[in-house]
């Protein structure tokens, strides 16, 4: 029905904008926010996205963002998965303070984290992004427009692809007036375009999906590397922590424990599996099966993990 609706055009289209827009707290007659946002440590405020597919009902409002507000400015770290849910991040940083917004941080290249950045582009920020981001982009642009378009119609219309302004190799320092933000770049882990953000002065981490909880964890990149700097990850003195997917009260680093147990078991059932010459195909419908009760969205995300790990591991 959803995909019919998308298709028509004039006021119905309107409508349907408008009452997509209205459940993210854009107020387009003047209407409440909805769009909320917590103060997790003083200076910064995280919006939870939430775990259901992407559709004109959520408008790609699917990850974990928010922003950190220094003296001078203000750092929005990723930005969504429209153009509406950058929107509603934008007006929710106007609620909170009217200092500009210097630099968005694109944590890595998929669109549930990025496609809302085109509105903060009248700020004229900074956009920053790990070296490795532009080839990734380029390489992955057209299709996933391509599946914005399918998901959300004409309701995905303005949700533009920015390229950065700033690229990160190693590390950098943000100086946003009495608050100083580390923005890091890792090895190849969840994608090979990873940044976090760390706040010195509440100790928060910003992992983006270098930590998921509660949601099934992506492995866009390598098992063994993501593994790799979740041992780094866990060294950082990080009082508050930010998920790129879901909640937790956990202590850190005790937070990243089940994605951890998740990953090694995945790691050791394939190298099983190719030890026993079982094909890829066997290998996905038999490892890591045992952690289906444990994760939301286990169904979409757990089998390309498998097929991530197995095309890495069997040149081992």
Known sequence: MERHITKLRGAMTITLIAMSAS?????????????????????????????????????????????????????????????????????????????PVCYVILTHVHPDHFFGAAAFLRDNPQFVAHENYPRQLAARAR???????????DAADGSEIVKPTLLVKDRIELDLGGRRVTVQAWPIAHTDDDLTVYDDRTRTLWLSDLLFIGHAPVIDGSITGFLGVMDRLRTIDAEHYVPGHGRSETAWPAAMDAQQRYFELILNETRAAIRARKTIQQATDEVGRSEEKNWAMFDIYHRRNVTTAYTELEWE
């Open 143 to 153: 299709p996933y427009l391509n599946a914005l378009r399918r998901d959300l119609g």
């Open 23 to 99: 459940v993210l707290g854009i107020a387009l007659a003047g209407g409440p926010a909805a769009f909320e946002t917590v103060e997790l440590a003083p200076g910064n405020h995280v919006h939870y996205g939430s775990f259901a597919e992407r559709s004109v009902e959520n408008m790609g409002d699917n990850a974990n963002i928010g922003f950190i507000v220094g003296d001078h400015c203000v750092l929005a770290v990723d930005a969504g998965g429209s153009l509406a849910v950058g929107q509603a991040l934008r007006k929710a940083i106007r609620r909170v303070t009217d200092k």
